[in-house]
């Protein structure tokens, strides 16, 4: 008789807890929020984890930045004539050059390298002035020129000096060209395959700079090429907000002077 009630009480306990077990799982799902479980990246991309749901990747590369060091003489500025400085000499290779804003803003300029980046892509904007499409030059341009801490820095006037320069003695037709490796005046600015540039650091230590209202450590970048007899230079510096690095103010001019008329 006791083995009997034993039984019966085991059976009446498993059947109220298995009773619960339903309950409790309702529970559980109320009270967990939509999409929980899924990072924004998951559900806002399919799961692909960057801002692009068809699977694209987050940049266009391969982008590729191989360094070197080179020894330059340098004035010292104090009277006691020049010395010798290493500097950093950068070789940005593109397999593909961006063609519009969007694409140029997946490429990486951030880092030690970004600098270089920075002004290999302003002369893939410049490449792609056109008299019959100027928008597409401005926005790359934009793009390059305006940071976090610096807004509305690209104006009328920096559309309408691009214009002038570029429509000077043609010069649209092969400026762009005529910075990248390979391209000279006797093969008409033909860069080689692929496409590359060569920059280095300037002798001279960055400067600060506070125009914008924010304190910013500017350093210029220059290209030695074919078609002057001078270096260019372009200065470029590290937003502290987005770590990516811009076109200071005006001096995008700088790739913009005359070079020597192609010859073919």
Not at 28 to 51: F, L, M, Q, R, Y
Not at 171 to 186: L, R, T
Request: glycine share 8%; with cysteine; hydrophobic share 35%.
């Amino acid at each position: 008789m006791l083995k009997k009630m034993i039984a019966l009480l085991l059976c009446v306990l498993l059947l109220t807890g298995c009773a619960a077990l339903p309950e409790m799982a309702v529970d559980t799902v109320e009270d967990e929020e939509p999409g929980a479980g899924h990072s924004i990246g998951e559900e806002e991309t399919g799961g692909t984890g960057h801002p692009f749901g068809d699977g694209k990747e987050a940049t266009i590369q391969p982008v590729s930045v191989t360094t070197s060091t080179v020894r330059k003489e340098s004035d010292s500025g104090q009277g006691n004539g020049t010395q010798a400085v290493d500097l950093i000499q950068a070789q940005v290779t593109f397999d593909r050059l961006p063609a519009t804003a969007e694409e140029l803003e997946q490429v990486d300029r951030t880092g030690e390298n970004g600098k270089f980046v920075a002004v290999a892509l302003l002369l893939a904007a410049y490449k792609t002035w056109v008299p019959e499409d100027e928008e597409t030059c401005a926005a790359m341009m934009a793009a390059l020129m305006e940071s976090p801490s610096a807004e509305g820095v690209y104006t009328e006037f920096t559309r309408s000096f691009v214009k002038e320069r570029m429509l000077q003695n043609g010069k649209w037709a092969y400026i762009a060209d005529a910075y990248f490796d390979g391209a000279s005046p006797e093969n008409g600015y033909t860069p080689g395959e692929p496409l590359t540039v060569t920059l280095r650091e300037y002798a001279y230590a960055p400067q600060i700079s506070t125009i914008y209202g924010v304190e910013l450590h500017v350093e210029k970048i220059v290209t030695e090429f074919s078609g002057a007899d001078t270096e260019r230079a372009v200065s470029v510096y590290e937003d502290p907000s987005d770590g990516r690095w811009y076109v200071f103010s005006d001096t995008y001019a700088g790739l913009l002077s005359d070079v020597r008329e192609p010859e073919v």
